[in-house]
């Protein structure tokens, strides 16, 4: 095909990344762009959209698709991280949180800090009734996990959370304004440096590795960490009982590791927590005949790409049985999420602890739907259950 150019496109915004029919219910846009107009440019956001599997995995693979570039809002707001680098400097960031996130240490976390943090946040329930499961739940396993790595004190969780959650807003749609976001960058800043113990699991790695708690790069490294291991996660748990319950799992099926582990990797192709992930050309490109300019924004669609026919078979269907080894939730290549092994097991601990102790766990009144782009979950998960021991 002959390349075409960003003007040649005759696309009258198809896609409004803030309008409450893509933030509530993008599957049909997905659905018709992938069969339609792969390579979309989305003319408000000044974007391109890759919304096909084969393109979206190549896009992670391919260094002319760079994370690193100076106008970027993450970039802005937190410097040179993990997640604005490549190449070198990327290779040696990661490298250096490697030995924390690693499946062998996590394996040791489990058990040391993610087990008794659920239970914790379990025993804090007052038993049988209506259980506001985002406000209870979903929001404290997290914040508790991560506050312990961090060695923060856990009762500042709501404070925490204040500010985190304008972070992360500030890297979504609709965005907050960045001088917002760096005002809570800032007070966190200041926070974290009365507050984070140098003895904690993640300070003393990164000392280790040359850092001092001071250091605004350090710093920087934290906060991202903190506001990664926390709303995703958040909304993650959140849409894993969500769509439990929306498939009328038998919740005793759960006890099955095997079973756990598999609906847990369905539900998260079927309904991502982070729909997308930015990228900038390094370079003039071209992908399926559509001419892509140097700086130009592609965002890639993990979220489409996860639901393409062309790869996974009924692809809007919950078949927890499924292969999953295409699933790009988590990313792939070297920017793959380096937090999977602690996510992961955070939620195979709660699922298996909450099926252990409860049993009829099901909506309490009308169900709301999922919400968001950049942390989707359920706008309001209420849910009532039976103790095991009644």
Same mark, same amino acid.
């Given at each position: 095909?002959?390349?075409?150019?960003? $003007?040649?496109?005759?696309?009258?915004?198809?896609?409004?990344? =803030?309008?409450?029919?893509?933030?509530?219910?993008?599957?049909?846009?997905? $659905?018709?762009?992938?069969?339609?107009?792969?390579?979309?440019?989305?003319?408000?956001a000044? @974007?391109?959209?890759?919304?096909?599997?084969?393109?979206?995995?190549?896009a992670?693979?391919?260094?002319?698709? %760079?994370?690193?570039?100076?106008?970027?809002?993450?970039?802005?707001?937190?410097?040179?991280?993990?997640?604005?680098?490549?190449?070198?400097?990327?290779?040696?960031?990661?490298?250096?949180? @490697?030995?924390?996130?690693?499946?062998?240490?996590?394996?040791?976390?489990?058990t040391?800090l993610?087990? &008794?943090?659920?239970?914790?946040?379990?025993?804090?329930?007052?038993?049988?009734?209506?259980?506001?499961?985002?406000r209870?739940?979903?929001?404290?396993?997290?914040?508790?996990?991560?506050?312990?790595?961090?060695?923060?004190?856990?009762?500042?969780?709501?404070?925490?959370?204040?500010? %985190? @959650?304008?972070?992360?807003?500030?890297?979504?749609?609709?965005?907050? &304004?960045?001088?917002?976001?760096?005002?809570?960058?800032?007070?966190?800043?200041?926070?974290?440096?009365?507050?984070?113990?140098?003895?904690? &699991?993640?300070?003393?790695?990164?000392?280790?590795?040359?850092?001092?708690?001071?250091?605004?790069? /350090?710093?920087?490294?934290?906060?991202?960490?903190?506001?990664?291991?926390?709303? @995703?996660?958040?909304?993650?748990?959140?849409?894993?009982?969500?769509?439990?319950?929306?498939?009328?799992?038998?919740?005793?099926?759960?006890?099955?590791?095997?079973?756990?582990?598999?609906?847990?990797?369905?539900? +998260?192709? +079927?309904?991502?927590?982070?729909?997308?992930?930015?990228?900038?050309?390094?370079? =003039?490109? =071209?992908? *399926?005949?559509?001419?892509?300019?140097?700086?130009?924004? /592609?965002?890639?669609?993990?979220?489409?790409?996860? *639901?393409?026919?062309?790869v996974?078979?009924?692809?809007?269907?919950?078949?927890?049985?499924?292969?999953q080894?295409?699933?790009?939730t988590?990313?792939a290549? &070297? $920017?793959?999420?380096?937090?999977?092994?602690?996510?992961?097991?955070?939620?195979?601990?709660?699922?298996?602890?909450?099926?252990?102790?409860?049993?009829?766990?099901?909506?309490?009144?009308?169900?709301?739907? +999922?919400?968001? $782009?950049?942390f989707?979950?359920?706008?309001?998960?209420? +849910?009532?259950?039976?103790?095991?021991?009644?």
């Amino acid at each position: 095909m002959t390349p075409t150019t960003i $003007h040649d496109h005759s696309v009258d915004q198809k896609i409004d990344f =803030d309008a409450d029919e893509f933030q509530t219910n993008p599957w049909p846009i997905y $659905h018709t762009l992938r069969a339609t107009e792969p390579v979309h440019f989305a003319t408000k956001a000044r @974007t391109f959209l890759l919304v096909k599997h084969a393109d979206v995995a190549a896009a992670l693979a391919d260094r002319r698709l %760079v994370a690193d570039f100076p106008m970027r809002i993450s970039r802005r707001l937190f410097g040179s991280t993990i997640m604005d680098s490549d190449g070198a400097v990327h290779r040696r960031l990661r490298q250096s949180l @490697t030995p924390l996130f690693g499946s062998r240490r996590v394996r040791q976390l489990r058990t040391e800090l993610i087990a &008794p943090v659920v239970d914790q946040v379990l025993d804090r329930l007052d038993g049988p009734g209506d259980v506001d499961f985002l406000r209870e739940v979903c929001v404290p396993v997290p914040y508790g996990v991560i506050t312990r790595l961090l060695g923060l004190p856990p009762e500042d969780v709501d404070w925490l959370r204040e500010r %985190v @959650t304008v972070l992360a807003g500030a890297i979504d749609f609709p965005a907050v &304004p960045l001088e917002r976001a760096r005002a809570a960058k800032a007070e966190l800043t200041d926070y974290l440096i009365e507050k984070m113990s140098r003895r904690s &699991p993640l300070m003393d790695l990164l000392i280790r590795n040359g850092g001092e708690p001071t250091d605004p790069d /350090v710093l920087s490294s934290v906060i991202l960490f903190l506001l990664a291991g926390t709303e @995703t996660s958040v909304a993650t748990i959140g849409t894993i009982m969500h769509t439990l319950l929306a498939q009328d799992v038998r919740m005793e099926a759960l006890l099955d590791s095997e079973f756990r582990a598999a609906a847990v990797w369905e539900t +998260l192709r +079927l309904e991502p927590p982070t729909h997308s992930i930015l990228r900038y050309a390094a370079t =003039d490109l =071209d992908i *399926r005949g559509v001419r892509i300019s140097r700086h130009s924004a /592609v965002l890639l669609s993990l979220a489409s790409g996860n *639901r393409d026919a062309d790869v996974f078979a009924e692809a809007d269907a919950w078949k927890p049985n499924r292969p999953q080894r295409k699933t790009l939730t988590f990313g792939a290549g &070297p $920017h793959t999420c380096i937090g999977i092994h602690l996510a992961l097991a955070e939620f195979d601990v709660l699922l298996e602890r909450l099926v252990t102790r409860y049993q009829n766990i099901r909506h309490s009144g009308s169900p709301a739907g +999922l919400r968001g $782009h950049g942390f989707r979950g359920p706008e309001r998960l209420v +849910l009532t259950w039976g103790s095991r021991d009644a």
